[in-house]
């Protein structure tokens, strides 16, 4: 399975128009004039300037047309030669021109290239309906290349096909990484990272070695699935287990002294935890009923990033793949800036939305009524109540954990969409979205992990569909691996472009042949029928953004075109899911051995390693005690009330009769900032030479050790500062006490004098 473009043709690499040189022109060594005169124009949009959410086309004036086909539900059937499933197009009778080229927004047909004002000869409506030439296109890629790029292979495994226990089993390893969070704070030092390895590092390689689960269920397989309350009931932990890691999170950072490497694994863990939930999240927000809607939108309050499923449910469902949706990336976009940029969009999006509904209920957009203030209301209340119970050291935690889980909800739009655009079939209104309009994933582990979200284009032409039923094509645009591995990719802007660019040239390449033809790679239409891109819980919400002749009831969840038959048949453009299936076994047996001759290495040696990891992480570079202790500021303070014990009790008042106080204070404090990393200079006498012949007796050393812990508890210091300056008191035992008597006789001894410090 490639990750990388099998050919080493030449790429001519800029941002919006993507202009990619042809192949046979590179191979052929023709040159770069040459080149140049055969471009394929992949992609030639032209945002529209929107002055903001509100001034937004009315979708149920200016209907979106899918083009190239046309309605087999009009008449409640496929046609009978098995050709390609008809759309219904709501446009009037009308030729659709190509505008000047700056001012289209085109789909990457070559023939838009055509002098303005032409006619696109593969593309007229005609009463209604979508008449193609079947001359007009011309395949410039070879099919082995389609082929490689759909076909995942893998061992041979799949969970959908067996049953319906399993499959809801499966899918519980979803709360996996909550789980890592707590065991690797636990366990602390390198290990609060555990979570955030996992995830982008682990699954993406277990991905790459277990490969796809590309079976789809059959209608009577659908059927019971579909009614079963068990796929609900998985979901509705993730809630529960959210809230329980978020506040284990909370409670950690705030009471345990952590190094600055330490913070941040646990934080980036638990935002990575919770980001991987975004399968689960977006499955909830879409279902109708009450316990899982509410229990995604609470999901999304912790993760401060409550706005995202009115965007989602009612803006990128209906604007998708096109220029008006702030969450569909196009090609040579960068995930650092398109992630902020998404971000505040869809912010403002959001609310133009909740206004519009809030508008046509009667309400104003800032009345209490406003599902975003309310949702932005509960994360202030989970803050507050977070920094009553943890203190003000929770927050941060709080803020940045659900910071990275928003990150990677809008990482994962960035390749859910990347480089694939709806045709505009007039200003402001595109085609109906299909098929080819989401890249489709069908590994086995992260479609477990994410509740099948990565089946991509069966969700956004069907969004009616849960996530067990929904359905996986080889035609579809397929990525290269699952969404773990793709999000780890992008984060290398320049690598993922070369893995995905050369890829979105073939998906253009497929439109246009379905546009021309009817067929994709040569075969009849090999995708279900029926269309409802915008469902909610709110059918009158989703009245107000979509038309109702916008949905396309379907006749069956299975399509016309045997994928399975053709691949027996031996017929080409078919994925062949098997391949490289040796080599993947030889990699996972590989993956076994490393890891099964790790845990020996570990249980043989496990006290070395254990010591070795111990001492690299408190080598890493982490506040001084001395800063921790608050500096000078914070140690006066704290050695006046530790002296003022001193003075105060009877087994330790003796040694500092007739002293100069102050002064004898003063070198306390010296040696306290000195013995804790702090830059001061100690300019009392040593320790041994204080302490000799006071004859301290063991009662009166546990009397200032007591001394010292409860005048940190007084001054709120937690147990690891306690603990550290525990053992440095500890550690000045053989000076503090060479004389050293028994407990048991220390009431008869005789106190000795204090010597000057």
Not at 400 to 403: H, I, L, N, V
């Given at each position: 399975m490639?990750l990388?473009?099998?050919?080493?043709a030449?790429?001519?690499?800029r941002?919006k128009?993507?202009?990619h040189a042809s192949d046979?022109?590179?191979h052929?060594g023709?040159?770069?004039?040459?080149a140049?005169?055969?471009?394929e124009?992949?992609t030639?949009?032209?945002?529209q300037?929107v002055?903001?959410?509100?001034?937004?086309?009315?979708t149920?004036?200016?209907?979106v047309v899918?083009t190239?086909v046309?309605?087999?539900?009009?008449?409640g059937?496929?046609?009978?030669?098995?050709?390609?499933h008809?759309?219904?197009?709501?446009?009037?009778?009308?030729?659709v021109h190509?505008?000047?080229?700056?001012?289209?927004?085109d789909?990457?047909d070559?023939d838009?290239?055509?002098a303005?004002?032409?006619?696109?000869p593969?593309?007229k409506?005609h009463?209604?309906?979508?008449e193609?030439a079947?001359d007009?296109f011309v395949r410039?890629?070879?099919l082995q290349e389609?082929e490689?790029i759909?076909?995942?292979?893998?061992l041979?495994?799949?969970?959908t096909?067996?049953?319906?226990?399993?499959?809801?089993?499966?899918?519980?390893s979803?709360?996996?990484?909550?789980?890592l969070?707590?065991?690797?704070?636990?366990?602390?030092g390198a290990w609060?990272w555990?979570?955030f390895?996992?995830?982008w590092?682990v699954?993406?390689?277990?991905?790459?070695?277990l490969?796809?689960?590309?079976y789809?269920?059959?209608?009577?397989e659908?059927?019971k699935?579909?009614e079963?309350v068990?796929f609900?009931v998985?979901?509705?932990f993730?809630?529960p287990i959210q809230?329980a890691?978020?506040?284990f999170g909370?409670y950690?950072?705030?009471?345990h002294?952590?190094?600055?490497?330490?913070?941040?694994g646990v934080?980036f863990?638990?935002?990575?935890?919770e980001?991987f939930?975004?399968?689960c999240?977006?499955?909830?927000?879409?279902?109708p009923g009450?316990?899982d809607f509410?229990?995604?939108?609470?999901?999304l309050?912790w993760?401060?990033?409550?706005h995202f499923?009115?965007?989602?449910?009612?803006?990128?469902?209906?604007n998708v793949?096109s220029?008006?949706?702030p969450?569909s990336?196009?090609?040579g976009?960068n995930v650092w800036?398109?992630?902020?940029r998404?971000?505040?969009?869809?912010?403002v999006e959001?609310?133009?939305?909740e206004?519009?509904?809030l508008k046509?209920?009667?309400k104003?957009a800032?009345s209490?009524d406003?599902?975003?203030?309310?949702?932005y209301?509960v994360?202030a209340?989970v803050?507050?109540?977070?920094h009553?119970a943890f203190g003000?050291?929770?927050?941060?935690?709080?803020f940045?954990?659900?910071?990275i889980a928003?990150?990677?909800v809008?990482?994962t739009?960035?390749?859910e969409h990347?480089?694939?655009?709806?045709?505009?079939?007039?200003?402001?209104?595109?085609?109906r979205?299909?098929w080819?309009h989401a890249?489709?994933?069908?590994?086995l582990?992260?479609?477990?992990?994410?509740?099948?979200?990565q089946r991509?284009?069966?969700h956004?032409t069907?969004?009616g569909?849960?996530?067990q039923v929904?359905?996986t094509y080889?035609q579809a645009?397929?990525?290269?691996t699952g969404y773990?591995?793709?999000?780890?990719l992008?984060?290398?802007?320049?690598?993922f472009w070369y893995?995905m660019?050369w890829?979105v040239?073939l998906?253009k390449?497929q439109?246009?042949e379905f546009r021309?033809?009817g067929?994709l790679l040569g075969?009849?239409y090999p995708?279900?029928?029926?269309a409802q891109?915008?469902?909610?819980f709110?059918t009158?919400a989703?009245?107000?953004?979509i038309?109702?002749d916008y949905v396309?009831?379907?006749?069956s969840n299975q399509?016309a075109?045997?994928?399975y038959?053709a691949?027996?048949?031996?017929?080409?453009?078919?994925?062949?899911?098997?391949?490289?299936r040796?080599?993947?076994?030889?990699?996972?047996?590989a993956?076994v051995l490393?890891?099964?001759?790790?845990?020996?290495?570990?249980g043989?040696?496990?006290?070395?390693?254990?010591v070795?990891?111990d001492?690299?992480?408190r080598a890493?570079?982490r506040p001084?005690?001395f800063?921790r202790?608050g500096?000078?500021?914070?140690i006066?303070p704290l050695?006046?009330?530790i002296?003022?014990?001193?003075t105060?009790d009877?087994l330790t008042?003796?040694?500092f009769?007739g002293?100069?106080?102050?002064v004898?204070?003063?070198?306390v404090v010296?040696f306290?900032a000195a013995?804790t990393?702090?830059d001061?200079?100690y300019?009392g006498?040593?320790?041994?030479?204080?302490h000799?012949?006071?004859?301290?007796?063991?009662?009166?050393f546990?009397?200032?050790q007591?001394?010292?812990?409860?005048s940190l508890?007084?001054?709120g210091?937690?147990q690891a500062?306690?603990d550290?300056?525990?053992g440095i008191?500890?550690s000045?035992?053989?000076?503090?006490?060479?004389?050293?008597?028994?407990?048991?006789?220390a009431a008869t001894?005789?106190a000795?004098?204090a010597g000057?410090?």
């Open positions: 490639p990388l473009r099998q050919s080493s030449a790429r001519l690499h941002r128009p993507m202009i046979a022109d590179v052929a023709k040159g770069k004039a040459a140049q005169d055969n471009v124009m992949e030639l949009h032209v945002v300037e002055a903001s959410p509100q001034q937004e086309v009315d149920e004036q200016a209907t899918h190239g046309e309605d087999a539900k009009a008449e059937k496929i046609e009978a030669d098995g050709g390609p008809p759309l219904r197009a709501k446009a009037a009778p009308q030729e190509a505008e000047p080229v700056k001012a289209v927004v789909d990457g070559a838009a290239t055509q303005a004002g032409t006619t696109r593969e593309e409506l009463n209604g309906k979508t193609v079947q007009n410039k890629h070879d389609f490689s759909q076909s995942h292979g893998g041979g495994l799949s969970l096909d067996k049953g319906l226990l399993l499959n809801v089993l499966g899918h519980f979803a709360y996996l990484p909550s789980a969070c707590v065991l690797g704070a636990v366990w602390g609060t555990l979570t390895v996992v995830g590092v699954v993406p390689i277990a991905d790459l070695i490969g796809a689960d590309s789809n269920l059959t209608e009577e659908e059927k699935f579909a079963s068990w609900r998985v979901t509705w993730h809630f809230v890691t978020v506040t909370a950690w950072v705030a009471t002294d952590l190094t600055w490497a330490e913070w941040l934080t863990s638990i935002g990575t935890a980001g939930g975004i399968g999240v977006h499955e909830l927000i879409h279902r009450t316990v509410v229990s995604g939108v609470l999901s309050c993760s401060n990033y409550g499923w009115i965007e989602h449910l009612w803006g990128h469902h209906r793949a220029p008006l949706d969450a990336s196009d090609v976009d800036t398109f992630v902020p998404c971000m505040w969009l869809s912010f959001a609310w133009g939305i206004a519009k509904i046509s209920r009667g104003g800032l209490v406003n599902r975003i203030l309310q949702a209301a994360t209340l803050a507050g109540a977070y009553q003000l050291a929770a927050l941060p935690f709080f940045a954990q659900g910071f928003a990150w990677i809008d990482n739009n960035y390749i990347y480089g694939l655009r709806r045709k505009e079939v007039s200003p402001g209104v595109y085609e979205v299909g080819l890249w489709d994933t069908p590994e582990l992260s479609n477990s992990l994410l509740f099948k979200i991509h284009p069966d956004h069907n969004a569909r849960p996530y929904l359905r080889p645009p397929t990525l290269p773990a591995g793709m999000i780890a992008s984060w290398f802007p320049p690598l893995v660019d890829r040239a998906v390449e439109e246009r021309a033809t067929t075969n009849a995708f279900p029928d029926g891109a915008v469902y909610s709110d009158e989703d009245k107000l953004f038309p109702a396309v009831r379907a006749s399509p075109f045997d994928q038959a691949q027996k048949e031996g017929r080409r453009g078919v994925s062949q899911y098997g391949r490289n040796g080599s993947r076994v030889a990699a996972l047996l993956l490393a890891v099964v001759g790790g845990a020996a290495v570990y043989g040696f496990g006290a070395t390693v254990h070795q990891t001492r690299a992480v890493l570079p001084t005690l800063d202790l500096g000078l500021e914070g006066r050695v006046s009330s002296y003022a014990k001193h105060a009877p008042a003796a040694w009769e002293k100069n106080h102050p004898v204070e003063e070198h010296e306290f013995g990393g702090g001061v200079t300019t006498r040593g320790m041994l030479d204080v000799r012949g006071m004859q301290i007796s063991g009662e009166a546990l009397a200032v007591d001394h010292v812990l409860t508890a007084e001054h210091y937690g500062v306690k550290e300056v525990l008191l500890f000045l035992r053989p000076d503090v006490l060479p004389d050293l008597k028994p407990i048991a006789t001894g005789s000795g004098e000057e410090l």
